[in-house]
């Protein structure tokens, strides 16, 4: 087997676990409409585009501007 027959089996893998997560997810019970972060109501438009949304726009704007820092300049 050489390394790229490696990396196939690797990226099937890593597919297949992606995938697995991603179903979880959305074949969860649908959000309780309380944001997790903040505790206010998540919006009903955000709701209805997202039935499973766990944080309200400004705290998942916050949290995604955070993860982005994190991805760019590492851990603090």
Known sequence: M???DCAAE?????N???LQAVLARTSGAPSSGIC????CDIEPERL???PH????????ADIEAENRRHN???PR
């Open 2 to 4: 050489d390394d790229i």
């Open 10 to 14: 690797r990226i099937d893998a890593f």
């Open 16 to 18: 297949a676990v992606a």
């Open 36 to 39: 997790r972060a903040c505790g």
């Open 48 to 50: 209805r585009a997202t």
């Open 53 to 60: 949304a766990r944080h309200c726009k400004e705290c998942a």
């Open 72 to 74: 760019r300049c590492g």
